[in-house]
């Protein structure tokens, strides 16, 4: 048995007994923060897609690979067969807990795929209970964060915890791009949020957008985790078939009717040949908007077009009377903001090569001779953040807030941070004691970081 403890995946939990009068919490996860599974339309048993350590590519390629349907405003997956579905089980919990469950990654213990899970035992701890005082909602985060399904899935949640902890209202955390959809929720259900919701406790949400993050993203893919565990997980490449065709992702691209300190750019090294004469110039591209300025590359136009009227649901929405908001936004990161592709010594001849700037090309230039070609990455201007979300746009969430607090971490890490954990206990009731080190700014007014 003593050989078993050295095993992650053999710890025990720690027993904690639950306070009825505690308020009920929803968690609620972002982009790439919830379990998606695979189901059969016919008959079958639901394989996971999304997150997974073994036979990652090959289940993400079968089986996830998806394209935008503009009739019905939804990502559908190209598999007509299957559809995607995200478990339900442990109230919600079990698909934002740890994003890979199987006995190999809790043995490794992967650090990027527990998720929530540090912050549900934290809550566990204080005596919260699954089922009646706590709930997750994970979604299908390939969707629009204004779509139906998502908007009805959270009204559902809310009901559900409001009912099972005796009609008490419900104190929302989310993170990251769970802001957005909570955001869309209240625009588009005020009555709703008003009626079930307490408090809001936000924590690294791109309001304003992640500009070098997702304008990257969109251009040459996403890669998870960093090291060699990228190997056990879906290539940037095979990620990059999927997010252009995500609204989602579109709706967290910089928005242009913020006034940033300076604007995000997206620089291009290019040949320019005039006549005779051949020079290499870089060449900038403003806000990738609806009907202004966007360079012609693989975008869809039609998501794009949906994701600005969802900016425009965003720039609007208004904080209920009543409701009690927080916000934690990550500090001490370097974040991308300005992308570039190409150089002045290799420059990029077409835009279209944008979109393989860091692939491996093995070009076969005799039939007993092969050499490799690498693509240079692509080189960012970096401003103050959580390493994904400029603090800039994290902490411009337009709302009164009670609190907004600049942490040093990490995106992914904040939800594990004991400073965070601290400030969640102080704003929920359940302990006083918050560390000194955080650095705290009191709003007394709504306008501060606009």
């Not at 006995?103 to 919260?128: Q, R, S, W």
């Not at 008490?168 to 005020?190: A, D, Q, W």
């Amino acid at each position: 048995m003593s050989m078993l403890k050295l095993c992650p995946c053999f710890y025990g939990r720690h027993s904690a007994v639950s306070d009825s009068d505690l308020d009920p919490v929803l968690l609620v996860s972002g982009m790439g923060g919830s379990i998606l599974n695979s189901k059969p339309k016919k008959f079958g048993l639901e394989t996971r897609v999304w997150v997974r350590f073994l036979l990652a590519e090959l289940e993400f390629k079968n089986k996830a690979w998806s394209i935008y349907n503009p009739q019905t405003g939804y990502t559908e997956v190209l598999n007509k067969d299957s559809e995607i579905v995200v478990p339900q089980d442990d109230y919600g919990l079990y698909a934002i807990d740890i994003l890979d469950p199987s006995p190999l990654a809790k043995c490794v213990h992967l650090t990027e795929v527990y998720h929530f899970h540090d912050m549900i035992e934290m809550l566990v701890n204080c005596g919260y209970k699954k089922g009646t005082t706590l709930f997750g909602y994970g979604y299908d985060f390939r969707q629009s964060n204004r779509v139906g399904n998502s908007m009805e899935g959270l009204k559902a949640k809310l009901e559900t915890a409001y009912e099972a902890s005796g009609k008490r209202k419900v104190n929302i955390i989310t993170h990251s791009m769970g802001g957005l959809l909570v955001s869309c929720f209240m625009s588009l259900y005020k009555d709703v949020f008003s009626m079930f919701v307490n408090k809001w406790i936000c924590i690294g949400c791109p309001f304003q957008g992640a500009p070098g993050c997702i304008n990257d993203s969109i251009l040459t893919g996403l890669q998870f985790v960093e090291g060699f565990e990228n190997y056990f997980f879906v290539s940037r490449w095979t990620m990059h078939q999927l997010l252009l065709e995500c609204p989602s992702i579109y709706e967290m691209l910089p928005n242009p009717a913020f006034k940033w300190e300076r604007d995000p750019q997206i620089q291009v090294w290019r040949k320019q040949s005039n006549d005779d004469d051949t020079s290499i110039q870089a060449e900038s591209y403003g806000l990738l908007t609806y009907g202004g300025n966007a360079i012609p590359l693989p975008f869809n136009m039609s998501i794009l077009k949906w994701a600005t009227e969802t900016r425009k649901i965003l720039n609007d929405v208004q904080l209920p009377e009543g409701v009690s908001f927080y916000n934690i936004y990550g500090t001490s990161c370097d974040t991308p903001f300005d992308v570039c592709y190409g150089s002045e010594t290799s420059p990029v001849d077409e835009l279209s090569e944008v979109c393989h700037v860091t692939l491996l090309y093995l070009i076969h230039s005799t039939p007993a001779c092969f050499f490799l070609v690498w693509w240079p990455q692509p080189q960012y201007s970096y401003v103050d953040g959580d390493g994904t979300v400029p603090a800039e746009s994290a902490k411009a969430d337009g709302y009164a807030a009670v609190e907004r607090v600049g942490i040093p971490g990490e995106h992914r890490a904040l939800l594990r941070d004991d400073k965070v954990f601290q400030l969640i206990k102080k704003w929920l009731g359940i302990e006083q004691n918050v560390s000194k080190r955080s650095r705290t700014v009191k709003v007394m007014d709504s306008h501060v970081y606009i």
